[in-house]
């Protein structure tokens, strides 16, 4: 999933933030808010498939936790991205120990992945703006032409 058009623009990020979720989420992009289009068969398919799939190898060991559609904060944006990936010691934890609701950095990989409905700059956008922030590895996933688009920091 990604932002399709623009809905509004000179809102600041605490004014966003208040807002209630809604679905498809939107995001906060630079003071502009951009809905994402609704998932559909095969890129929920593949997003489901996946985040199992990073979660299987990561997870017994502590070493990374993929999340779906988990809302990220940082730098002025205000994210959902299909799948974000944090190393173990990056999760957000309460006192208890438990994961926080609300994660206020960028995650350490990005995966989105791409809809026909769905604007490419935008999505690519999201993806180096993590980049630029922390992010370690984005990728845009192409289910029309089976491709993985790689992007890493500089």
């Not at 809102?11 to 559909?40: C, R, W």
């Not at 489901?48 to 502590?62: D, F, G």
């Not at 991205?81 to 609701?101: C, H, L, M, Q, Y």
Request: glycine share 6%; charged share 20%; proline share 6%.
């Amino acid at each position: 999933m990604l932002i399709t058009d623009k809905l509004a623009t000179s809102i600041s990020l605490d004014n966003f933030l208040g807002q209630p979720e809604t679905k498809p989420a939107i995001e906060y992009i630079a003071g502009d808010i951009h809905q994402k289009v609704m998932p559909q068969g095969e890129h929920s398919r593949i997003q489901t498939r996946l985040s199992a799939s990073i979660n299987n190898a990561t997870e017994p060991n502590k070493l990374a936790l993929a999340f779906t559609e988990l809302r990220c904060t940082f730098d002025n944006y205000s994210i959902v991205t299909d799948i974000s990936v944090f190393a173990w010691s990056n999760i957000p934890r309460t006192a208890e120990g438990k994961i926080e609701n609300l994660f206020h950095l960028p995650p350490d990989w990005i995966i989105e992945i791409l809809s026909p409905e769905q604007r490419l700059g935008l999505l690519v956008k999201k993806i180096t703006h993590g980049l630029n922030h922390g992010t370690q590895l984005g990728w845009l996933i192409s289910p029309e032409d089976q491709s993985v688009l790689i992007f890493r920091p500089q």
